[in-house]
T-cell receptor, first 114, second 113 residues
Framework: DSGVTQTPKHLITATGQRVTLRCSPR?????VYWYQQSLDQGLQFLIQ???????AKGNILERFSAQQFPDLHSELNLSSLELGDSALYFC?????????????FGAGSRLTVL | AQSVAQPEDQVNVAEGNPLTVKCTYS??????LFWYVQYPNRGLQFLLK??????LVKGSYGFEAEFNKSQTSFHLKKPSALVSDSALYFC???????????FGKGTRLHILP
């Protein structure tokens, strides 16, 4: 157990729907990262939050949004889902005090869009 | 922007032989480089990192990586491969935007018994 908790582990939904993926970072970590892993695109950085504030943005679609709450858990919202959104979504956390951004990953949420 | 490239999609090595998984990088400034491993149905796990100092970095599970500035490479190595090393390996670099970590596409390592 890495200490980073992601729910749900698996999610099957239909095109056009909206889903929310949840992440609880490792205790003491203030920073949360979201990544999308697909077979053809590899591991793509989506977005990062630090202590509730957005710090970095990657290739995140406008249909996707995220936030980090005061208790430091984070949610990734995916809307108007398309078949191509089917992927494994990872959350990772880090303690930036480490100075080198070592990430601790959760086990991922596998999203299947039918 | 910073980037890393893993030129091999798959590497096959016989058990007991040395292994190398290749990574090259493109950065402006001093690179912060990482290796992570992903086992089936698991999240990525940190193996090792290079920030500064000794060009040979030792990490978890007997892995090490050699930083070569002139060749802009950061290859992952292990002297004697185990079947249990079979997994997906990712090289990563900290982006110029310091809060972003960029990953390569991954190299699948198969250790043959």
């Amino acid at each position: 157990d890495s200490g980073v908790t992601q729910t749900p582990k698996h999610l099957i939904t239909a095109t056009g729907q909206r889903v929310t993926l949840r992440c609880s970072p490792r205790s003491g970590d203030l920073s949360v990262y979201w990544y999308q892993q697909s077979l053809d695109q590899g591991l793509q950085f989506l977005i990062q939050y630090y202590n509730g504030e957005e710090r970095a943005k990657g290739n995140i679609l406008e249909r996707f949004s995220a936030q980090q709450f005061p208790d430091l858990h984070s949610e990734l919202n995916l809307s108007s889902l398309e078949l191509g959104d089917s992927a494994l979504y990872f959350c990772a956390s880090s303690s930036l005090s480490s100075g080198a951004n070592v990430l601790t990953f959760g086990a991922g949420s596998r999203l299947t869009v039918l | 922007a910073q980037s890393v490239a893993q030129p091999e999609d798959q590497v096959n090595v016989a058990e007991g032989n040395p292994l190398t998984v290749k990574c090259t990088y493109s950065v402006s400034g001093n690179p912060y480089l990482f290796w992570y491993v992903q086992y089936p149905n698991r999240g990525l796990q940190f193996l090792l990192k290079y920030i500064t100092g000794d060009n040979l970095v030792k990490g978890s599970y007997g892995f090490e990586a050699e930083f070569n500035k002139s060749q802009t490479s950061f290859h992952l190595k292990k002297p004697s491969a185990l079947v249990s090393d079979s997994a997906l390996y990712f090289c990563a670099v900290r982006d110029i935007d310091r809060d972003k970590i960029i990953f390569g596409k991954g190299t699948r390592l198969h250790i043959l018994p």
